[in-house]
């Protein structure tokens, strides 16, 4: 997981080109728009980490920094 392309992910992609790009992704497609990563594995955790980041946006009403903080610390938490 890379932050400046998760970042960059939110800053391009729309909520419709990353739920295309997930669906491309898990059948094993090259997805529509250009996701960083160093693998279909890593493009993965970008488009799913921006889509849970934009949901808890719209949802609870946060910016971004707040979201990608909130993000970041349940990665942390779930594997110590």
Do not use: C
């Not at 090259?30 to 960083?36: D, K, M, R, Y």
């Not at 799913?48 to 609870?60: D, G, K, N, S, Y």
């Amino acid at each position: 997981m890379k932050i400046p392309a998760i970042k960059l992910l939110a800053e391009t992609a729309t909520i419709e080109e990353l739920k295309l790009a997930e669906e491309a992704l898990y059948n094993e497609q090259q997805p529509a728009i250009t996701v960083p990563g160093d693998d279909e594995g890593e493009q993965l955790t970008h488009v799913l980490a921006v889509l849970w980041i934009r949901e808890e946006m719209e949802v609870r009403g946060i910016a971004f920094p707040a979201a990608l903080r909130e993000y970041t610390s349940r990665v942390r938490n779930s594997i110590s």
